[in-house]
C-alpha cells in the first residue's frame, strides 16, 4: 500500500474506539495550530485548529488540546470509523506572521480496523 | 464546485523539460500557496502570494518561478526538471492572514 516504507508514526485502532494522535510542536513563539486528515491521492483536508489562548477546544467527534508548557497539542477523535482511517499532520503558525505560514508536523497514520 | 482546484492532476515528463501547473480557488481568499510533499509525505511550502504579491518565498531553486494574474490564480513553472522535482505539488488558500488554509487534491510530478 502507499504506506509501506513511510516509516511515520501509526496508530491502530478497532472500530468505535477513541483515538489520540499526539503532535509535539518547536517553536514556542507559535500563535496558531492546525490539524490536518490527509486521505490517499487527496490533499490535506482541515479539521480543527486552536489558538494559543486556548488550551482546549471540540468539534464534532474531534478536541484539539494544546499543552504549552510542553508544547505539545493531540487530537482527540471520538467513536473512530473507518472513514477516518487516513494521515493526520499537525502544523504550527509562528506568532507576529499574518501571512499563515505553516510549518507542518511529521504526520501520523490512523488505520482504524472494522 | 472544487474550491481549490489543481491541472494536471498527474505530470510525468523527462529531465530537463519545463513545466507548469495551474491552481484556481473559488472560495474568493486573498491568499494563495504552493506546497511540496516528499515521498515520506514531508509536506513544506515554497510559495505564499497575497492579492498577486509574492510574500513568502522559502529556500526553493530558482527554476520554481509562481505567477499570479489574479487573485484567484497561482501558477508554477518549473524549468529544467530534475529527479529530485518528484513529488506532489499542493496548492491552497486562505483569507490574508488568516487560517485554516483549503488545499487542492495535488498534482504528482513524476521525472523519468
Known amino acids: 500500500g502507499e504506506s509501506v516504507g513511510l516509516h511515520l508514526p501509526t496508530l491502530s485502532v478497532q472500530e468505535g474506539d477513541n483515538s489520540i494522535i499526539n503532535c509535539a510542536y518547536s517553536?514556542?513563539?507559535?500563535?496558531?495550530f492546525i490539524w490536518y486528515k490527509q486521505e490517499s491521492g487527496k490533499g490535506p483536508q482541515f479539521i480543527i485548529d486552536i489558538r494559543s489562548n486556548m488550551d482546549k477546544r471540540q468539534g464534532q467527534r474531534v478536541t484539539v488540546l494544546l499543552n504549552k508548557t510542553v508544547k505539545h497539542l493531540s487530537l482527540q477523535i471520538a467513536a473512530t470509523q473507518p472513514g477516518d482511517s487516513a494521515v493526520y499532520f499537525c502544523a504550527e503558525r509562528l506568532g507576529g506572521t499574518s501571512y499563515g505560514k505553516l510549518t507542518f508536523g511529521q504526520g501520523t497514520i490512523l488505520t482504524v480496523h472494522p | 464546485d472544487t474550491a481549490v482546484s489543481q491541472t494536471p492532476k498527474y505530470l510525468v515528463t523527462q529531465m530537463g523539460n519545463d513545466k507548469s501547473i495551474k491552481c484556481e480557488q473559488n472560495l474568493g481568499h486573498d491568499t494563495m500557496y504552493w506546497y511540496k510533499q516528499d515521498s515520506k509525505k514531508f509536506l513544506k511550502i515554497m510559495f505564499s502570494?497575497?492579492?498577486?504579491?509574492?510574500?513568502i518565498n522559502e529556500t526553493v531553486p530558482n527554476r520554481f518561478s509562481p505567477k499570479s494574474p489574479d487573485k484567484a490564480h497561482l501558477n508554477l513553472h518549473i524549468n529544467s526538471l530534475e529527479l529530485g522535482d518528484s513529488a506532489v505539488y499542493f496548492c491552497?488558500?486562505?483569507?490574508?492572514?488568516?487560517?485554516?488554509?483549503?488545499f487542492g487534491d495535488g498534482t504528482r510530478l513524476s521525472i523519468l
Open positions: 517553536n514556542s513563539a507559535s500563535d496558531y
Open positions: 502570494y497575497n492579492n498577486k504579491e509574492l510574500i
Open positions: 491552497a488558500s486562505s483569507q490574508v492572514g488568516g487560517q485554516p488554509q483549503h
